[in-house]
């Protein structure tokens, strides 16, 4: 299935080979990649390439990793079709802002039907996202990636196609500008706490609740990136000054 690498460009020809083969639905969603050991050998490729190439599908949308259960294919989403280097261009920090607020408006209905719809099994996938991030907690690792898989997820559990490729969407549109944000603003292990809670209140199959839930979230949420824009803003305006020579 998997064919040696030429020299053009090792981490693009990775990419581009295994995301054709999950378009032509050789490799299906859902489905886990080889270890990383037999793809180095059936590709050709170094360790770092391999890695690189899977960190930037992962980015777009196209795998997932589990910590400690391996890297695995995810559903092709309309989002996947959006070039993250061109959005980044078109964002300012002020749009990140109004981007926050279109999610203090759908998630929290959001969190509404997942509590009144999500099945026994929905409701324990999100529980596995949280026990990914716990150890991501514990490794030092950044939340990143696994508090947004669990918000992509929320919508899916709602029953709403048509939602989840919105919160898809948005994801892509603020990944690159978000993620050194919170990555410095943002506590992980406050994260998980929160995200615990969240499941904990769907958990009740009480709507009200569940909204309320997310928009208490996410107005910490938003509180830790009004730090960070102010923060910016600072550094920009008082650059560290240069000792005489």
């Given at each position: ?6 020299k ?6 990775i990419r ?14 859902g489905?886990?990649l080889?270890?990383?050991k037999?793809l180095?050998?059936?590709l050709?490729?170094?360790?770092p390439?391999?890695r ?8 777009e949308?196209l795998?997932?990793v589990?910590s400690?259960?391996g ?16 959005v980044s261009?078109?964002?300012m920090?002020e749009?990140l802002?109004?981007i926050q607020?279109?999610?203090q408006?759908?998630?929290p209905e ?6 009144e719809r ?8 999100l ?10 907690v ?12 669990f ?6 559990a709602?029953?709403?196609a048509?939602?989840?490729?919105i919160i ?16 410095q603003?943002f506590d992980?292990q406050?994260?998980l706490?929160?995200?615990r809670?969240?499941?904990e209140?769907?958990?009740?199959r ?8 997310m ?22 305006e ?8």
């Open positions: 299935m998997f064919e040696t690498i030429d053009k460009s090792i981490v693009e020809s581009d080979q295994i995301r054709s083969l999950i378009l032509q639905e050789q490799l299906k969603p489905s886990k080889p270890p990383e037999k180095i050998q059936q050709g490729v170094s360790r390439a391999l690189e190439a899977i960190h930037l599908m992962v980015g949308g795998l997932e589990h400690g259960r890297t695995y294919v995810r559903e092709p989403t309309s989002a996947t079709a959006i070039q993250a280097d061109v261009l078109l964002l920090p749009d802002q109004e607020e279109v999610r408006i759908l998630e959001i969190a509404a039907r997942v509590a999500a099945t026994e099994k929905e409701l324990n996938d529980e596995h996202i949280l026990e990914d991030m716990a150890r991501a514990d490794a030092g690792h950044s939340t990143f990636e696994l508090a947004w898989r918000h992509r997820r929320l919508p899916k709602a029953g709403n048509a939602m989840a490729k898809d969407i948005i994801y892509e549109m603020i990944k690159r500008g978000e993620r050194t944000l919170y990555d603003y992980p406050q994260e706490l929160d995200h809670a969240l499941v209140v769907l958990r009740t009480d709507p009200e609740k569940a909204r309320a839930a928009q208490a979230h996410l107005k910490v949420v938003n509180e830790n990136l009004s730090t960070a824009f102010l923060a910016q803003q600072g550094a920009h008082n650059p560290p000054s240069r000792s005489p020579d």
